[in-house]
């Protein structure tokens, strides 16, 4: 028993071993600011049981902050190739947070969505440049482990977070979700200007000798593709943030501070799961491979209220399935379209990634609401289980073409060898 332990130890030692003080650093901002990040995964239950909105208008308003969301995503891509993500990232801290206060004020649908939609254009030009600053501050072998690392701090501030907020918003109100979310990311904006400075990206040997050419990743077929099955994926995913609030405490009647306690579990799998299964799997398996076992989990997450009466046991099973399926696709998905860009043209990859998720966060709240509301839960979960099954043959197509160029290109270069051989 005492070596097991010690295993375990050593694995969480190798796991976060040779990762760059910047990146402890980054972490800590993102920390910082994610610990605040309540108002979007209380947002559907403010909308529909604090100003009485239907399920579909909250879906339409959940939607409209995706939109936002992923016009932020292609504008902070843009930012971050022409000003830099240290900017990019401070000035979306700083003016996204203080923006959070426009909304705890706003009742009626039209401006509601209006503001929204400003809150998230601002605050989500901060998530490519945040991805691009890891080329920066990581080694580019770590870089696996070093989105991880960021992950990680994502997903205990969330779990902060989202703790705090079932209490908050139970005992004291909705409004101090707002002002929670704005206060943590102005300081966070302002500890990155403390604790870091810019710098430039760490490149590979081969990266290097490469000439530097900017390439646009509209011409990057595979990772057109990659993108577009990334999007699927999200749809899906985005269920636990957008639908999975209303089920619970509507359908289920769950009340809101145990929501929150439910989903504290999602946060505390990632924190103490994810770096040694990246540690352990980045050695072992192509990071696409990952992405489709990680995108199988998910969607079994969700498919799983349609195959048991026992409530309590599905929601066991769907928060460890979809937590499992997050650590394990996410990172090597991350790291996989960080790997596709070049130095130069970093956001405008990062940028298409995030806004993919920022599309899925489109439309899976009006689909997943409108699909709930009309034919009810079961069918939703069907749906999903249709749309994560594409996504995730389709990120296993992906790998099998690549593997196939591989292939083609090392035996063109076999024959081009044994050709100029034999010319001599």
Same mark, same amino acid.
């Given at each position: ?137 990581? #080694?580019?072998?770590? !870089? ?9 701090? %994502?997903? &205990? *501030? +969330?779990? /902060? ?121 980045? #050695?072992?398996?192509? !990071? ?9 989990? %998910?969607? &079994? *997450? +969700?498919? /799983? ?120």
């Amino acid at each position: 028993m005492q070596q097991v332990a010690t295993n375990i130890i050593q694995l969480y030692r190798n796991s976060f071993e040779g990762l760059s003080r910047d990146i402890w650093l980054l972490s800590l901002m993102t920390l910082i600011n994610r610990s605040g990040t309540m108002v979007i995964v209380f947002m559907t239950i403010y909308l529909t049981q604090s100003l009485g909105w239907t399920l579909t208008e909250a879906g339409i308003a959940m939607s409209v902050f995706g939109i936002g969301s992923a016009l932020g995503s292609y504008i902070g891509g843009w930012l971050t190739d022409k000003i830099g993500y240290y900017k990019t990232m401070f000035w979306a801290l700083v003016i996204g947070g203080s923006s959070f206060l426009l909304l705890v004020h706003m009742r009626e649908f039209y401006e509601y969505c209006i503001t929204v939609f400003i809150v998230s254009t601002i605050s989500d030009a901060f998530r490519p440049a945040v991805m691009a600053s890891i080329s920066a501050y990581s #080694k580019p072998e770590n !870089q696996n482990r070093s989105m991880s690392m960021v992950r990680l701090a %994502i997903n &205990l *501030g +969330f779990t /902060i977070g989202v703790g705090a907020a079932g209490i908050i918003s139970e005992y004291l109100g909705f409004e101090y979700l707002f002002y929670i979310d704005a206060i943590t990311c102005i300081s966070a904006g302002f500890f990155l200007r403390w604790a870091l400075v810019e710098k430039e990206d760490q490149l590979t040997e081969e990266e290097k000798a490469a000439p530097q050419r900017k390439e646009s990743p509209y011409s990057d077929h595979s990772y057109l593709a990659f993108v577009l099955f990334i999007l699927f994926s999200m749809i899906v995913f985005s269920q636990l943030w957008n639908t999975i609030p209303v089920y619970f405490t509507d359908f289920l009647k769950i009340s809101k501070d145990n929501y929150g306690f439910i989903m504290i579990i999602n946060g505390i799998l990632i924190v103490i799961l994810e770096m040694p299964l990246v540690y352990i799997l980045e #050695k072992r398996f192509h !990071q696409l491979t990952l992405v489709v076992v990680g995108t199988v989990l %998910i969607t &079994l *997450g +969700f498919l /799983i209220f349609n195959l048991t009466d026992f409530w309590q046991l599905a929601i066991g099973i769907c928060i460890v399935a979809v937590s499992l399926g997050e650590i394990i696709a996410f990172p090597f998905s991350n790291s996989y379209a960080l790997s596709r860009s070049k130095p130069g043209q970093r956001g405008a990859y990062m940028g298409m990634y995030t806004m993919a998720w920022s599309v899925g966060a489109i439309i899976s709240p009006t689909l997943g609401m409108y699909i709930a509301e009309t034919y009810g839960f079961p069918i939703l979960w069907y749906l999903m289980t249709a749309i994560g099954t594409i996504a995730a043959i389709g990120f296993y197509l992906i790998k099998v073409k690549e593997g196939t160029s591989i292939r083609t290109a090392a035996k063109v270069s076999t024959v081009s060898a044994v050709t100029k051989s034999n010319s001599h």
